[in-house]
């Protein structure tokens, strides 16, 4: 059962630590989507082999005509429906062997939060979070990594407590100016994930 002063660790760590290609895209996809390291990476792909996996005995399931297959094959789709994770019409177990880990890491809530455009960059809007500046509904949310239902994107607003809720505050008008900089410029390179400064 094991010492319950010990989480046990979530997620799994690549077999060979030392590749060259491997840790070169890790790097990449670490610095675009603004995570902290990457063990933060490797917690999302744990998750998107979790549900690999389910597909895949699922399909087996199917094969074998298990009665309750079919069952939960629909509440997998649905749930990744609900994520906003599968975004195709009519989704299949297919469609999730098919996913990839952007596709998780575009749920997160930093980068819904940067996409929406309420932040400079990803790794602004993950340290904004941290601070509590985000809140979705009426619930304040401080952790970057949690995935976002797709009904609750429309939710996200900065919290009523933050500095950042005055539409005239220095953040929000540096970050108007910058944006509409940035589509009066369309040709221009997208910016370099830097970290933006706390209010």
Same mark, same amino acid.
């Given at each position: 059962?094991?010492?319950?002063?010990?989480?046990?660790?979530?997620? =799994?760590?690549?077999?060979?630590?030392?590749?060259?290609? /491997?840790?070169?895209?890790?790097?990449?996809? @670490? =610095? /675009? +989507?603004?995570?902290?390291?990457?063990? =933060?990476?490797?917690?999302?792909?744990?998750?998107?082999?979790?549900?690999? %996996?389910?597909?895949?005995?699922?399909?087996?399931?199917?094969?074998?005509?298990?009665?309750?297959?079919?069952?939960?094959?629909?509440?997998?789709?649905? /749930?990744?429906?609900?994520?906003?994770?599968?975004?195709?019409?009519?989704?299949?177990?297919?469609? @999730?062997?098919?996913?990839?880990?952007?596709?998780?890491?575009?749920?997160?809530?930093?980068?819904?939060?940067?996409?929406?455009?309420?932040?400079?960059?990803?790794?602004?809007?993950?340290?904004?979070?941290?601070?509590?500046?985000?809140?979705?509904?009426?619930? %304040? @949310?401080? /952790?970057?990594? +949690?995935?976002?239902?797709?009904?609750?994107?429309?939710?996200?607003? +900065?919290?009523?407590?933050?500095?950042?809720?005055?539409?005239?505050?220095?953040?929000?008008?540096?970050?108007? =100016?910058?944006?509409?900089?940035?589509?009066?410029?369309?040709?221009?390179?997208?910016?370099?994930?830097?970290?933006?400064?706390?209010?």
């Amino acid at each position: 059962m094991g010492d319950p002063k010990f989480l046990r660790r979530r997620y =799994e760590t690549p077999k060979h630590p030392w590749e060259g290609a /491997r840790m070169e895209e890790e790097g990449k996809l @670490v =610095e /675009r +989507y603004g995570l902290k390291n990457k063990r =933060e990476l490797w917690k999302a792909q744990s998750v998107l082999r979790g549900f690999r %996996r389910q597909a895949r005995e699922l399909q087996a399931k199917l094969r074998a005509g298990a009665p309750q297959a079919k069952r939960e094959t629909e509440l997998l789709l649905a /749930r990744l429906r609900r994520l906003g994770i599968l975004s195709v019409p009519a989704p299949s177990l297919d469609d @999730v062997l098919a996913l990839t880990i952007e596709d998780v890491l575009r749920r997160r809530f930093e980068w819904i939060v940067f996409a929406r455009q309420l932040a400079p960059t990803p790794w602004g809007a993950r340290q904004w979070i941290g601070h509590g500046h985000f809140s979705i509904g009426d619930h %304040r @949310v401080t /952790r970057p990594g +949690y995935l976002v239902p797709s009904d609750d994107e429309v939710r996200i607003v +900065y919290s009523p407590t933050s500095p950042l809720a005055a539409d005239d505050h220095a953040m929000r008008v540096a970050l108007r =100016e910058r944006l509409e900089s940035r589509a009066a410029a369309p040709s221009a390179p997208p910016p370099s994930p830097e970290g933006g400064a706390a209010p």
